[in-house]
């Protein structure tokens, strides 16, 4: 069983940085994928980005890419997520996200089916 949780959240007005952290515990942190999905009220839950076991491969959604930048330590079983030129559609409970089958990577893993373990995710609120 693997437990994630999230931090570095908050308020930061359009065009601002943020940097999200995740810290899991309770499994092997370097065999497993790491996603990061968002959720705004009333909407559904969104692939963010997502890192392969070794950081050595990454993939974006589109509206992110060129923005947000994630990585991992996995000496430190953590997963970042960088968020620079913030804009306010971006305001959403972020969640980090583990998946312990790699197969098939890097297909398949924008998709929160992929993934066993979830945090409880982090506010993140980009003002205009």
């Known amino acids: 069983q693997v437990q994630l949780v999230e931090s570095g959240g908050g308020l930061v007005q359009a065009g601002g940085s943020l940097r999200l952290s995740c810290v899991a515990s309770?499994?092997?942190?370097?065999?497993?994928?790491m996603g990061w999905f968002r959720q705004a009220p009333g909407k559904e839950r969104l692939f963010v980005a997502a890192i392969s076991w070794s950081g050595g491969s990454t993939r974006y959604a589109d509206s992110v890419k060129g923005r947000f930048t994630t990585s991992r330590d996995n000496a430190k079983n953590t997963v970042y997520l960088q968020m620079n030129s913030l804009k306010p559609e971006d305001t959403a409970v972020y969640y980090c996200?583990?998946?312990?089958?790699?197969?098939?990577?890097?297909?398949?893993?924008?998709?929160?089916?992929?993934?066993?373990?979830w945090g409880q995710g982090t506010q993140v609120t980009v003002s205009s």
């Open positions: 996200a583990a998946a312990k089958d790699t197969t098939g990577w890097p297909l398949g893993f924008s998709t929160g089916i992929k993934y066993d373990y």
């Open positions: 309770g499994g092997t942190f370097s065999g497993l994928v």
